[in-house]
Nanobody
Framework: VQLQASGGGLVQPGGSLSVSCAVS????????LAWFRQGPGGEREFVGA????????YFEDFARGRFAISRENAKNTVYLQMNSLKPEDTAIYFC??????????????????????WGQGTQVTVSS
């Protein structure tokens, strides 16, 4: 299984950007998915997650109200829409997936250790 993140780039403060992550294989519908980010010299931190049935999402405080996650099972793709971007949002954004959802369609994880599948990351830079 491979996760391929794309869509990163340079955006001005206050702007918007959408990044996506395509997941190979046939098990996409069974994955809970998440986005994490890692800024310069920082640790990888949780951004947001979506349950495998797509009905539940959860965001870290800094992302709540500004970011949105969605999934499109027909395209094996998960999206992260980021609005009102700030310079401190500058980071490499990683998508992650797990099939270990405790047999719960509503489950999602918020920790790095919850996910065993990772993409390579896409750089998002917020600067004027």
């Amino acid at each position: 299984v491979q996760l391929q993140a794309s869509g990163g780039g340079l955006v001005q403060p206050g702007g918007s950007l959408s990044v996506s992550c395509a997941v190979s294989g046939r098990a996409f519908a069974f994955y809970a998915l998440a986005w994490f980010r890692q800024g310069p010299g920082g640790e990888r931190e949780f951004v947001g997650a979506i349950s495998r049935n797509g009905e539940f999402t959860y965001f870290e405080d800094f992302a709540r109200g500004r970011f949105a996650i969605s999934r499109e099972n027909a395209k094996n793709t998960v999206y992260l829409q980021m609005n009102s971007l700030k310079p401190e949002d500058t980071a490499i954004y990683f998508c992650a997936a797990t099939a270990d959802t405790y047999n719960d369609d509503n489950w999602y994880g918020i920790h790095v250790v919850n996910y065993e599948l990772w993409g390579q990351g896409t750089q998002v830079t917020v600067s004027s």
